[in-house]
């Protein structure tokens, strides 16, 4: 297995979920930007599960990192690599914060997500979990910058399934709506729209099971988002959301 974003919470929890429910895996590949929080994690799994894992430090915005990748290969890619950016109206405008969401959520990480992808097509096996956002659903004025990137993060996966169907290899795009990370720590979240690392992990442990093509973490957020999606844009340009 590889996790891209292995000091995700989310990342984290779905690798438990996946060794309390049998899985076995020779070496779990935990890609990261941050060695000290990863380490702790792979210390938790070897005392845990006793399961073996290998740490890959790997910057997504530097050039010449994926030698590093090089010897990696699985049936099962997770990943959960995103950056939801400064949200104050003095960061809006930007460049840098605007460029770091666009390349962490959508630029540098589509090359990445090919580079695994050629090689799970290869193999012809193998199932590609990618987290996306319901941001990505709808523009809107509150994170539109980062809903755009995740937008296109969707489409591509959405033309990445089609293309890998005859080629054995499965694409799911998981659509969380808020949740309860280090991400959003701060943020002004409705606690009934908004799920734990935890309750993520079951529902995309789910979706595997079930070979999803699409799930929302939550139900309700794929409701809210069918809503907002068809309201007339003459409507929805008012709107505060």
């Known amino acids: 297995m590889i996790i891209l974003g292995s000091n995700s919470e989310v990342a984290q929890a779905f690798v438990e979920k996946v060794l309390e429910e049998g899985g076995k895996y020779s070496t779990i590949y935990l890609v990261t930007s941050n060695r ?10 070897d005392v845990k599960f006793l399961q073996n894992t290998e740490i890959i430090d790997f910057d997504l915005l530097k050039d010449n990192e994926y030698t590093k990748l090089e010897h990696l290969s699985a049936d099962l890619l997770f990943c959960a690599t995103g950056f939801l950016g400064e949200g104050t109206e003095e960061s809006l405008y930007d460049p840098k914060n605007t460029a770091n969401i666009v390349d962490i959520n959508y630029a540098k990480l589509i090359p990445l997500l090919n580079f695994f992808a050629q090689k799970m097509e290869r193999q012809r096996s193998g199932t590609m979990i990618v987290l996306s956002s319901v941001a990505g659903d709808r523009g809107r004025q509150s994170n539109f910058i980062y809903g755009s990137a995740k937008a296109g993060l969707t489409a591509y996966l959405s033309g990445l399934r089609n293309y890998m169907f005859t080629r054995k290899v499965h694409v799911i795009t998981i659509k969380p709506g808020f949740m309860d990370t280090k991400m959003t720590e ?30 929302y973490v939550s139900p309700i957020w794929g409701l ?18």
């Open 36 to 45: 000290e929080t990863t380490e702790k994690f792979a210390r938790h799994l």
């Open 186 to 215: 701060g943020l002004p979240l409705n606690p009934k729209l908004t799920a734990t690392p935890t309750q993520a992990a079951e529902a995309i442990y789910k979706a595997l099971k079930m070979k999803k093509n699409v799930a």
């Open 224 to 241: 809210i988002m069918l809503i907002i999606r068809n309201i007339p844009e003459f409507i929805f340009k008012k709107l505060k959301l």
